[in-house]
């Protein structure tokens, strides 16, 4: 697909007249890319450049390019096409092997920007469409972190490493990404080719501190998870403790029963084998041993 663009007005045109004042925008996939750029991009070139889907900029003698995926969700971050945007004086081609949200964002960018279109203009809608629902997703993982906050504190059965673990790996790709777009926008912004206007330059930048506020809060939401951790170590290990205090508690209590057992249990003659009131004594005498253990280890508040 290929858009005009005059005096700030976008339209789809079928092919590209050169003239002063003009500029266009073409949608096309890796394989037209390879077919309708060999002059400005070398083959050689090309291959490498389209099959490295890494987050980066690069800056070529003729043109610059920015790669990076194209999502709408963290859920989808990690299987989303990448989206090649080259970028020239007047021109600028996004090589992308779906189309479909690509179409809908020019058709959206032509609606709203009436007058006022521009390459520079389209690159920032683009970022802002990428960064558009970001804030919400993150306060919902947040609020998800925070629920799994509270679970941890009051179960005290399920297994939760498995859990804070997913967390943390996909809060830590969320912070690749930004990292990965900062660098991208900090690029852009120096427009060294002297694509973009004084304007759009100024909106990189308000998208780069934009990104710089969502990398914090991905960030932050990071190390609460790892506080989150350290706090469901912190319980098991209290668990543990609790168990072999337990354990400590009944192994004292039933040491001298033990010992009274194995004394009995030796095949000597006893002198109170004799004596008729010896058993129940013996009966006595390990129940009170059982009670005053009891008795110590409660009031020692060992359990």
Known sequence: MLYQIYKGNMSPVDKIVPADGYSYISVVTVSEALQYFP???????AAQ?????????????????????LFRSFRDLEH??????????NSMHLVCGEHKNLVSLLEQFIKNNAGTAGIGRLLCAFFEY???????ELDNIE?????????????QQENFT????????RLMAIMRYYEGLLGILEYAAMNEKHVFSSRSVRFLNIIHGKTQ??????????EYVSEIREAYQAEVDIRTNNIMKILTIVTIIFMPLTLIVGWYGMNLRM?????????????????????????????????
């Open 39 to 45: 002059e400005l991009i070398p083959r050689a070139l």
């Open 49 to 69: 450049m389209f099959g490295n889907p890494s987050m980066r900029f690069e800056n070529h003698e003729q043109f610059d390019l920015l790669c990076l995926p």
């Open 80 to 89: 989303s096409p990448s989206i090649y945007i080259i970028i020239q004086k």
């Open 130 to 136: 990428q960064l558009d629902d970001d804030l919400s």
């Open 143 to 155: 609020k998800q972190i925070a629920d799994l906050e509270d679970r941890v504190l009051t179960d």
């Open 162 to 169: 498995k859990e804070i673990i997913r967390e943390r790996k």
């Open 213 to 222: 506020r969502l990398y914090d809060k991905a960030k932050t939401l990071r």
């Open 271 to 303: 002198p109170e084998y004799g004596f008729a009131a010896a058993y129940p004594i013996v009966i006595v005498s390990c129940i009170l041993v059982a009670v005053l253990g009891i008795i110590y280890f409660k009031k020692h508040k060992w359990f």
